[in-house]
Structures are given as C-alpha cells and as structure tokens.
C-alpha cells in the first residue's frame, strides 16, 4: 500500500529565505508525482507534475525535484515570499488514475 | 468544457440522515475519484471509478457508497450521517490519454458537509 509521508507538517521562515520542502513515497511504481498549493478555505491549486521518467521540474520561483528509486521528492522555494504562505501537499499518481496525498507542510512566510 | 463539477457546495445534516453528493464531469474521463479532507491529514481516497460499471474501495470507504452508470457521473452517497464524516469532500476526474500526455487530474470545487 502507497504511503506518502510530507516533512516537516509546518515551517516558519522569514520573507527572502530559500527553503526545500520533503516528500517521500514506499512505492516507486507511480505514473507521476505532483505538487500542490492549497490556501486556507480553498480548493487545489496544482504547482508542479514531474512524470515518472523526469527528474525535476521548474516554475518560476519554485522546483521540483524527483527520485523515484530512493522515494524522495524536494519542492525549492526560492526568495520566498509572503504570498507563498498556504498548505503544499505531495501527491503520487497510481496506475489507476487516483492520487495518495500526504498530509501537508503548512508554510507561513513571515514580512 | 465546465470541467468538473460538485454540487451541492455546502451540506448541513442531521446524524442518521443520507445524502447523495454529486460530481459530473464532461471531458469524457475514464478514471474519477472521491476525496475527503480533514484538517492535517491530508486528502484521503475514498473510492474510485476507471470506468463506467467500475468501482472500488480507497483507503477510507466505510460509510459511503457509490456507482458508475456513466462516465460523465460518479456520486457519492452517505447512507447513514455521522459526525465524523463532517468534512471537505473534492471530486476528481483524468483519463489514461490525460495522465500519460503528463496532464494533472482535474479537481471539482469541493463540497463541505457539516454533519449535525
């Protein structure tokens, strides 16, 4: 059974910092994974997909990293900003088209 | 295209009682899914179509039910209310063509549902 575990569950940084948020995953047989951003009340807003053959992928400010043989994923933000405070949540993609979510890394990005 | 859409967007109910939640969708998806969402926990699946007549469990499916009679609906039905089921359930839908074109599943607005 795919389990997703997200470290840390909450970060607290100051505005301009660099910071790497952590995902892993038990299975590596995944068709792809994913990151999201949720802000509070709010639905998913995807930020970042990396198939499973990519190693990493970039947004602007922020990338994604994947490495399906140890099970690990990075997302860097970099010169964080205020407005990037919300919940980012990994998410792996099955064979049968459902995702398994971690819990979430709450990130408060402090002026 | 609506994409995927969730009704209703907020659901009070007694214990005991049932209800259906709605998710359609019109981009011809195989796969959809149901989520619920609880605070610090993530999104759970709890059960999950790829294709219409199938259907299966999640990681959390006791409680509710649901059918596939055609691709463009997947409810979600509570058949008994419990407070432990108060939550934020999201829909989801892709396709095989989507996922391997390296396209994200696509997310319903979400539904919040308040079990008295």
Same mark, same amino acid.
């Given at each position: 059974?795919?389990?997703?575990?997200?470290?840390?569950?909450?970060?607290?940084?100051?505005?301009?910092?660099?910071?790497?948020?952590?995902?892993?995953?038990?299975?590596?047989?995944?068709?792809?994974?994913?990151?999201?951003?949720?802000?509070?009340?709010?639905?998913?807003?995807?930020?970042?997909?990396?198939?499973?053959?990519?190693?990493?992928?970039?947004?602007?400010?922020?990338?994604?990293?994947?490495?399906?043989?140890?099970?690990?994923?990075?997302?860097?933000?970099?010169?964080?900003?205020?407005?990037?405070?919300?919940?980012?949540?990994?998410?792996?993609?099955?064979?049968?088209?459902?995702?398994?979510?971690?819990?979430?890394?709450?990130?408060?990005?402090?002026? | 295209? =609506? %994409?995927? #859409?969730?009704?209703?967007?907020?659901?009070?109910?007694?214990?005991?009682?049932?209800? +259906?939640?709605?998710?359609?969708?019109?981009?011809?998806?195989?796969?959809?899914?149901?989520?619920?969402?609880?605070?610090?926990?993530?999104?759970?699946?709890?059960?999950?179509?790829?294709? =219409? %007549?199938? #259907?299966?469990?999640?990681?959390?499916?006791?409680?509710?039910?649901?059918?596939?009679? +055609?691709?463009?609906?997947?409810?979600?039905?509570?058949?008994?209310?419990?407070?432990?089921?108060?939550?934020?359930?999201?829909?989801?839908?892709?396709?095989?063509?989507?996922?391997?074109?390296?396209?994200?599943?696509?997310?319903?607005?979400?539904?919040?549902?308040?079990?008295?």
């Amino acid at each position: 059974k795919q389990e997703v575990t997200q470290i840390p569950a909450a970060l607290s940084v100051p505005e301009g910092e660099n910071l790497v948020l952590n995902c892993s995953f038990t299975d590596s047989a995944i068709y792809n994974l994913q990151w999201f951003r949720q802000d509070p009340g709010k639905g998913l807003t995807s930020l970042l997909l990396i198939q499973s053959s990519q190693r990493e992928q970039t947004s602007g400010r922020l990338n994604a990293s994947l490495d399906k043989s140890s099970g690990r994923s990075t997302l860097y933000i970099a010169a964080s900003q205020p407005g990037d405070s919300a919940t980012y949540l990994c998410a792996v993609l099955g064979s049968q088209g459902n995702l398994i979510f971690g819990k979430g890394t709450k990130l408060s990005v402090k002026p | 295209n =609506a %994409g995927v #859409t969730q009704t209703p967007k907020f659901q009070v109910l007694k214990t005991g009682q049932s209800m +259906t939640l709605q998710c359609a969708q019109d981009m011809n998806h195989e796969y959809m899914s149901w989520y619920r969402q609880d605070p610090g926990m993530g999104l759970r699946l709890i059960h999950y179509s790829v294709g =219409a %007549g199938i #259907t299966d469990q999640g990681e959390v499916p006791n409680g509710y039910n649901v059918s596939r009679s +055609t691709t463009e609906d997947f409810p979600l039905r509570l058949l008994s209310a419990a407070p432990s089921q108060t939550s934020v359930y999201f829909c989801a839908s892709s396709s095989k063509r989507t996922l391997q074109k390296g396209e994200t599943q696509y997310f319903g607005p979400g539904t919040r549902l308040l079990v008295l």
